[in-house]
T-cell receptor, first 114, second 116 residues
Framework: DAGVIQSPRHEVTEMGQEVTLRCKPISGHNSLFWYRQTMMRGLELLIYFNNNVPIDDSGMPEDRFSAKMPNASFSTLKIQPSEPRDSAVYFC????????????FGNGTRLTVT | AQSVAQPEDQVNVAEGNPLTVKCTYSVSGNPYLFWYVQYPNRGLQFLLKYITGDNLVKGSYGFEAEFNKSQTSFHLKKPSALVSDSALYFCAVRDRGNTGGFKTIFGAGTRLFVKA
């Protein structure tokens, strides 16, 4: 089991540029979550998918953020255009849908927007 | 909506001493509670969960947690702390989203420092 795989590990970009973060969930998991972590706001749930369908995107901060899950093994989080306040660590996590299944996290993408 | 609170930003303990990291919860219905740990530059790792049954739950790395329904608490404990336990600890609750599916709500986190 390779775990949840995120890429890239680090991303440095200039304000206004498009940023795409990638996630490969654990095989067999049917729920996928995108979280953002900052010192000020802690862990924020951005969006989650069940069976590749977006269920709740109420945590997405602005229309500049979008997420897709074209199949069970791949998801992207896109920011266009990026701004300095988007700088954070973005985590992807996967699990089996249900009350008692724990989340499995990737190691995150550290995004810096200058 | 479900929520958890971690009242301490930081906990300091000497190696070999017992440690407690506090968590209180607010839920409607049965609570489904979790503890996670985060080491530097890593994602969160699952430690243990309470679903039903015994109030004392045992998990990874010698950690355990005590579920107390009357106090709505789910404190994380370890009898003897190690320096390597120094990390960021998150309490979490599973919630049923308004639009379906299940989501996990995290507390603000507590940083544990274990001094040699």
């Amino acid at each position: 089991d390779a775990g949840v795989i995120q890429s890239p590990r680090h991303e440095v970009t200039e304000m206004g540029q498009e940023v795409t973060l990638r996630c490969k969930p654990i095989s067999g998991h049917n729920s996928l979550f995108w979280y953002r972590q900052t010192m000020m706001r802690g862990l924020e749930l951005l969006i989650y998918f069940n069976n590749n369908v977006p269920i709740d995107d109420s945590g997405m901060p602005e229309d500049r953020f979008s997420a897709k899950m074209p199949n069970a093994s791949f998801s992207t989080l896109k920011i266009q255009p990026s701004e300095p306040r988007d700088s954070a660590v973005y985590f992807c996590a996967s699990t089996l849908q249900g009350w008692n299944s724990p989340l499995h996290f990737g190691n995150g993408t550290r995004l810096t927007v200058t | 909506a479900q929520s958890v609170a971690q009242p301490e930003d930081q906990v300091n303990v000497a190696e070999g001493n017992p440690l407690t990291v506090k968590c209180t919860y607010s839920v409607s219905g049965n609570p489904y509670l979790f503890w996670y740990v985060q080491y530097p530059n890593r994602g969160l790792q699952f430690l243990l969960k309470y679903i039903t049954g015994d109030n004392l739950v045992k998990g990874s790395y010698g950690f355990e947690a005590e579920f107390n329904k009357s106090q709505t608490s789910f404190h994380l404990k370890k009898p003897s702390a190690l320096v390597s336990d120094s990390a960021l600890y998150f309490c979490a609750v599973r919630d049923r989203g308004n639009t379906g599916g299940f989501k996990t709500i995290f507390g603000a986190g507590t940083r544990l420092f274990v001094k040699a």
